[in-house]
């Protein structure tokens, strides 16, 4: 089927492309559901370097386009608009569906898409919080960006031609007022479980490679971002020298608290966590891990647990997170503002049950089948975004 006999969809993504979870997300959705007769576009405020995305998108006929300007506030705004406009005028696409974590981007986005003429709009909440930029707390331009949030939540006009959409029902409740929680549709954030499978070949390549045999390996992925809390992972390393002297802590993942978390390991002299940064092996590394922490301050619906118990692991989610992302049996949610004792007594816990000799040799493969069967297997939101399109 040729390009031009497909139905076409833009995909607007205020972040950063590839920076994140979410554009992940989309993308991996992209090159699915090409086989549908449904193809992606990309507009999003800023490309990132990753030649890998936008060879592959290229390559089943997708493109990535970008306003001018790259930058944050209301000039990034006006700019995304105007680049919606123009682009949709060119295209003319069935449908646009824009993804956000703020209503003020949902608000500029589907104003443009009305102006520009699109028929068919898609509002999609990834989020149930928003960031502060700082990794102790709140900070003035985020006060800001919430009084926005509040104010434009009221604004977002619905009308029959505007699908609300949301990851999770935290996501559903952050996103849009209480009368129009019943029109949310929840779309799971589907991967593809290939990648992810359990194989104890890999995990003993990788523990090989970065000896990390004999040891009990914690790990987190994850942007570094006040809203993974990665300060909480730094205080549960402190705890855990000293209790469980076998643990360590990997930490993947790049961002703009990046440099400052890892000053802050530094300087606290932590010898049980270690830095891997941005990584493309993601999957391989999460079989060489034995547990996922994820203590985060807010989440739409974590992709990152949902790749972690693909890999068969056991999780320790922040109670916080919506409780739909749990799939196995052996995720725990505990509380993150009781300090960290009830997280390491779960750590030392699981580190037990590794070490165990009447433990199960196939317990991770048997978790990872599991999982890859659960509605969040990416052939199950393909259906859902068929039928979305439609």
């Known amino acids: 089927m040729e390009n031009q006999n497909k139905k076409k969809v833009l995909q607007i993504v205020t972040g950063n492309f590839g920076s994140g979870g979410l554009t992940q997300i989309v993308y991996v959705w992209g090159k699915r559901i090409e086989s549908e007769g449904i193809i992606f576009d990309f507009l999003c405020r800023k490309r990132h370097a990753c030649d890998d995305y936008i060879r592959e998108i290229h390559e089943y006929g ?3 386009s970008r306003p001018k300007f790259a930058v944050n506030g209301l000039l990034a705004q006006l700019s995304m608009v105007k680049r919606l406009i123009m682009i949709q005028r060119k295209e003319h696409y069935d449908v646009v ?5 703020s209503t003020y ?5 589907l104003l443009a898409a009305k102006r520009a003429g699109i028929k068919k709009v898609i509002l999609h909440s990834h989020s149930a919080g928003m960031e502060t930029h700082n990794t102790d707390g709140v900070s003035a331009r985020y006060l800001v960006k919430i009084a926005a949030h509040k104010i434009c939540r009221r604004l977002l006009p619905v009308t029959k031609n505007v699908e609300l959409c949301a990851c999770s029902r935290k996501a559903a409740a952050w996103m849009y007022r209480s009368r129009l929680q019943k029109r949310v549709k929840i779309i799971d954030n589907g991967i593809e479980p290939v990648p992810f499978m359990y194989s104890r070949f890999v995990r003993e390549e990788v523990r090989d490679k970065y000896r990390l045999d004999g040891k009990f390996v914690i790990g987190h992925v994850g942007r570094f971002a006040y809203q993974k809390n990665h300060a909480f992972i730094l205080q549960l390393a402190e705890a855990l020298e000293e209790s469980c002297p076998d643990a360590v802590i990997v930490l993947i993942g790049d961002g703009e608290l990046y440099d400052e978390v ?3 390991a530094f300087d606290a002299g932590l010898n049980n966590v270690r830095f891997v940064g941005r990584s493309d092996e993601v999957n391989n590394w999460l079989q060489a891990f034995d547990l996922f922490v994820l203590p985060s301050h807010f989440e739409g619906l974590p992709v990152s647990a949902i790749e ?3 890999a068969g692991l056991p999780c320790l989610i922040s109670d916080e997170v919506d409780p739909d992302c749990r799939i196995l049996p052996d995720v725990e949610f505990l509380p993150i503002d ?3 004792e009830l997280w390491v007594d779960a750590v030392k816990d699981a580190a037990a049950a590794w070490k165990d000799p009447a433990a199960d040799p196939d317990l991770r493969a048997k978790s990872s089948a599991v999982a890859a069967g659960s509605k969040y297997n990416i052939s199950k939101t393909i259906r859902q975004l068929k ?3 439609c």
Do not use: F, K, P, V
Not at 97 to 101: N, R
């Open 387 to 389: 039928e979305l399109y």
């Open 338 to 340: 009781r300090g960290t």
């Open 97 to 101: 569906h824009i993804h956000s974590d």
């Open 262 to 264: 890892q000053t802050r």
């Open 308 to 310: 972690a118990q693909m």
């Open 62 to 64: 997708g493109r990535i």
């Open 105 to 109: 981007n949902m608000l500029t986005g």
